[in-house]
């Protein structure tokens, strides 16, 4: 995935997003960190046409996707959004309905064959009969990344997509990302706070700070410099057990 000097403003005019250029290859887990309101949301919105830049360019492999049509788009781009609920289906059939971009006709067999092997697969066979709105919140957004993959997407978009699960669940929906990246050569963007966890599962790490790119790389870039200059906050970058650990000095 290719991003070229993306910019983006509200019809307010308020500019959001300022040249945002970034690489991140097929396989790669990317973080994109920074402080409340510096435009995460918004650039994550700009990759799967819910708005529209003004200016720039998103390539996947060789396509660009701000040129694509609903149904092509989706089936490059899956996008599971912040404190997303899902409507009151089961989780059968909102997997299913993340086959609706391949669909022609209707349900194919190799629709119901993608969504049973993603139900074993993620260990949510268990829960194919239940109703969304009858699911922990662990259970859920497990089951809307389940959605999300069954699109057989080139790009997932992820908002927050652990800010309200327990530790366990965050590390097991983490998990779930890398594990399905590599396998698929997906690349997975993913917007999250906790820098710690970040570190833990990303390969790369891109710091939005005012609507532009303050720094974007490997583990190498989350330096004490980059954290104070977006968080505001004096901390180191520790080893515990092999992974590197931001500590706040407070
Ligand atoms: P983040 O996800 O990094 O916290 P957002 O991308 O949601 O930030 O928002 C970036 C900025 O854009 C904020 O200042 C926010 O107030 C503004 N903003 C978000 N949505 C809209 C909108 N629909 N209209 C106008 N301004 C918006
Ligand atoms: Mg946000």
Not at 112 to 130: N, Q, S
Request: with cysteine.
């Amino acid at each position: 995935m290719e991003v070229r000097d993306l910019s983006f403003s509200y019809p307010c005019g308020r500019q959001i997003l300022k040249d945002i250029s970034f690489t991140a290859p097929a396989g790669d887990f990317l973080a994109i960190l920074g402080n409340n309101g510096a435009g995460k949301s918004t650039l994550l919105k700009c990759f799967d046409h819910i708005l529209r830049p003004q200016s720039g360019t998103v390539t996947v492999e060789g396509t660009d996707l701000l040129t694509l049509k609903p149904a092509e788009l989706a089936r490059q781009v899956a996008f599971l959004a912040q404190g997303a609920e899902g409507a009151r289906l089961t989780v059968y059939d909102t997997l299913l309905l993340g086959r609706k971009p391949y669909m022609k006709w209707g349900v194919a067999p190799e629709d119901r064959a993608i969504v049973e092997e993603t139900l074993a697969r993620m260990e949510l066979e268990h829960l194919a009969v239940r109703y969304l709105d009858q699911l922990s919140g662990g259970e859920r957004q497990k089951v809307l990344l389940a959605r999300a993959l069954v699109q057989e997407p080139k790009v997932l978009l992820l908002d927050e997509p652990t800010s309200n699960l327990d530790l366990r669940n965050q590390y097991e929906v983490l998990d779930l990302v890398r594990q399905e990246c590599r396998r698929r050569q997906i690349t997975a963007v993913m917007v999250i706070h906790d820098l710690n966890l970040a570190l833990r599962f990303c390969d790369r790490f891109l710091f939005l700070h005012q609507g532009q790119v303050l720094a974007e790389g490997p583990m190498s870039v989350v330096t004490p410099e980059h954290i104070r200059a977006v968080y505001g906050i004096d901390a180191s970058v520790e080893r515990i057990q092999g992974t590197p650990v931001v500590v706040p000095r407070l």
